[in-house]
């Protein structure tokens, strides 16, 4: 049986922490990345291949991990973007009558390596305690210098520019051609179902590439323009930020996700920080300032806008906060057609309580082409 012929592994953290498991097939290999810890209980197959994931090695809190197998219509990119999977217990075997494939074939076919057996409670309650750092996963348990040494090269997330690596190289179009109204969007990580999303709502969307500028996005005559999620620190991404500035000077409507959220931010002179460890997982209690209500959210963020920037500026108004630690979870500019929010409404699988904020871009964009 496949479990019988498994070798052993190690995650070794950058502080030198070791933690042991067994990988998840007969293969020797070895992969770094930032590590971080997902709370979802289902889904797994939009986080490995979700573009915001990029260069970070994964780990579910969720006990079991594979049983419902895998399908192709689960995907949010065309390929894996996590550096490697770290689970409890990893199924090899599926029972939804759906799935196309084992979790198993999927990884191999994706040449992502994963491990199994870790004391994953043991491991999420040290990264909690001591903050998302780099890791390796390995089989080559005998050569714990060696990974130190490789482990030490490994670029920090912070400062680091990620966008280019997700990114479409050239743009290309989601949703009906006579659609009511035409969207323009960066892609500086999106997924699939924020476009099936805008799509939903009678929009029809070019996505263009990170480094496309607002001129060339302009010259397509687009009805709004949207700012999508994606990896890695947004204080790098120069061009993304122009883009927005040049978005907001114009007065042109404007919602962004995730990263989207970060740039919109940086426009508008608020900075950025690396959190502690992030927020990932699909049960976030979001309190939405404007109507008052709660709301449960879908989030994956290692940064997040300083709040006291953020309330000191008189252009900017905070429209939405995590109730777990106060953080900015939503904005809007004042006089302006833009707002943007930290965590994803189009999550799938997960709550849909934020579905409203596409419609809320949507009825902005008819607003001024009515």
């Excluded at 006579?178 to 999106?190: F, Q, S």
Aim: net charge negative; aromatic share 8%.
């Amino acid at each position: 049986m496949k479990y019988q012929s498994r070798r052993p592994a190690i995650i070794l953290l950058a502080d030198g922490t070791i933690f042991h498991g067994k990988s998840v097939g007969d293969k020797e290999a070895t992969s770094f990345g930032e590590v971080c810890f997902n709370t979802g209980m289902t889904g797994y197959q939009e986080i490995f291949t979700d573009p915001s994931y990029f260069g970070q090695l994964m780990v579910t809190t969720n006990a079991h991990i594979g049983n419902y197998g895998a399908t192709d219509v689960e995907t949010e990119s065309d390929t894996v973007k996590i550096s490697g999977l770290i689970c409890r217990n990893f199924s090899y075997t599926y029972s939804r009558k759906d799935a196309e494939e084992s979790l198993e074939s999927f990884l191999n076919d994706s040449k992502l390596f994963a491990i199994s057996d870790v004391d994953t409670r043991a491991l999420v309650a040290h990264i909690r305690d001591n903050g998302a750092m780099n890791a390796v996963i390995s089989t080559s348990v005998d050569d714990i210098e060696g990974l130190k040494k490789q482990l030490s090269e490994v670029p920090d997330m912070n400062g680091l520019e990620l966008a280019s690596k997700v990114s479409t190289t050239e743009a290309y179009y989601f949703g009906e051609e006579n659609a009511e109204v035409k969207v323009a969007a960066l892609d500086i990580g999106i997924k699939r179902n924020i476009l099936r999303n805008l799509a939903k709502r009678g929009a029809y969307v070019k996505v263009f590439p990170y480094n496309t500028t607002y001129k060339e996005m302009k010259e397509w005559n687009p009805d709004g323009y949207f700012l999508s999620n994606g990896p890695g620190d947004p204080e790098p991404l120069e061009n993304a930020i122009q883009v927005a500035k040049d978005i907001i000077s114009a007065n042109d409507p404007l919602f962004g996700i995730c990263l989207g959220h970060q740039v919109i931010a940086l426009a508008n002179g608020i900075s950025t920080y690396k959190m502690h460890n992030g927020h990932r997982g699909i049960n976030h209690p979001i309190m939405n300032l404007v109507t008052g209500k709660g709301e449960i959210t879908s989030q994956n963020h290692g940064f997040a806008i300083n709040r006291e920037e953020t309330e000191s500026n008189n252009d900017v108004e905070i429209t939405h906060v995590h109730l777990n630690d106060n953080t900015v979870a939503g904005i809007k500019l004042k006089d302006k057609n833009c707002f943007s929010v930290q965590y994803h409404p189009e999550a799938s699988p997960g709550p849909n309580d934020a579905t409203y904020l596409f419609d809320q871009f949507i009825d902005n964009i008819k607003s001024v082409t009515a």
